[in-house]
C-alpha cells in the first residue's frame, strides 16, 4: 500500500540554525500539506500546496518556514532560523483527488537545542 | 475560529469492553476524519465521513457524521490491547479550507 515517507526521522539543531525536512508523497497525489504537534498537544496546521505554490497557510507558518517541490517526489519544509519553540513532531501529508482524505507520513521529531 | 472540543480525554477500559468518543464543535464541518496515533508516529487514517447523517463502519469501528454537521462520534466495539493509543477527530471547516483541523485527543488504555 502506498504511503507517505519523511527523511530524517529524528533531527536535532542548535537554535539558529537551519532545518530542512524531506516528505515523499503518495506518487499520484497532488495535494501537499505540512503540519506539527508540539509533545503532548494536538496536531497543526502550518501550509498547504498545490500546483508548485502555496495553497493556505496558517499564522504559525510565519516568513522562517518556506516550502518546495524541488522535483517531482520531494516536498520540502525549511525553517530558516529555528527557535527554541520550532521543537516538534513535523508531519507531511498528501492527498489526491479525493482533497478531503489527508494521509500522513511517520514525522520528522525536531529537536532545537 | 475553528475548534473541535473532543471528549472524552482519557479512557481506561477492560479488553472487550465498547469504546465510545465523540468531538463536538460551534462551527460547521464539511468532513469529518477520525485518526489513531501510536507513540512517535504519524496519524493513520481510520475513517472518513464526507456528508451529514452518514454513518460508516471499518472493521469493528463504527462513526458517524452528525446531522447538524458539528459533530461526530466513533465507536469501538469488543476492544483488543492493539486498539490503544490516541484517537484524534479532525474536520474540514465549511469555510472551503483544505487545512484540517484537529481535536485534542483522546487516550485510551486498556486493562487486559
Known amino acids: 500500500e502506498p504511503e507517505v515517507t519523511q527523511t530524517p526521522s529524528h533531527q536535532v539543531t542548535q537554535m539558529g540554525q537551519e532545518v530542512i525536512l524531506r516528505c515523499v508523497p503518495i506518487s499520484n497525489h497532488l495535494y501537499f500539506y505540512w503540519y506539527r504537534q508540539i509533545l503532548g498537544q494536538k496536531v497543526e496546521f502550518l501550509v498547504s500546496f498545490y500546483n508548485n505554490e502555496i495553497s493556505e497557510k496558517s499564522e504559525i507558518f510565519d516568513d522562517q518556514f518556506s516550502v518546495e517541490r524541488p522535483d517531482g517526489s520531494n516536498f520540502t519544509l525549511k525553517i530558516r532560523s529555528t527557535k527554541l519553540e520550532d521543537s516538534a513532531m513535523y508531519f507531511c501529508?498528501?492527498?489526491?483527488?479525493?482533497?478531503?482524505?489527508?494521509?500522513f507520513g511517520p514525522g520528522t521529531r525536531l529537536l532545537v537545542l | 475560529g475553528q475548534q473541535l472540543n473532543q471528549s472524552p480525554q482519557s479512557m481506561f477500559i477492560q479488553e472487550g469492553e465498547d469504546v465510545s468518543m465523540n468531538c463536538t464543535s460551534s462551527?460547521?464541518?464539511?468532513?469529518w476524519l477520525w485518526y489513531k496515533q501510536d507513540p512517535g508516529e504519524g496519524p493513520v487514517l481510520l475513517i472518513a465521513l464526507y456528508k451529514a447523517g452518514e454513518l460508516t463502519s471499518n472493521g469493528r469501528l463504527t462513526a458517524q457524521f452528525g446531522i447538524t454537521r458539528k459533530d461526530s462520534f466513533l465507536n469501538i466495539s469488543a476492544s483488543i490491547p492493539s486498539d490503544v493509543g490516541i484517537y484524534f477527530c479532525a474536520g474540514h471547516p465549511s469555510s472551503g479550507a483544505q487545512k484540517l483541523v484537529f481535536g485534542q485527543g483522546t487516550r485510551l488504555t486498556i486493562n487486559p
Open positions: 501529508a498528501s492527498t489526491g483527488r479525493r482533497q478531503e482524505t489527508q494521509y
Open positions: 462551527s460547521i464541518f464539511n468532513t
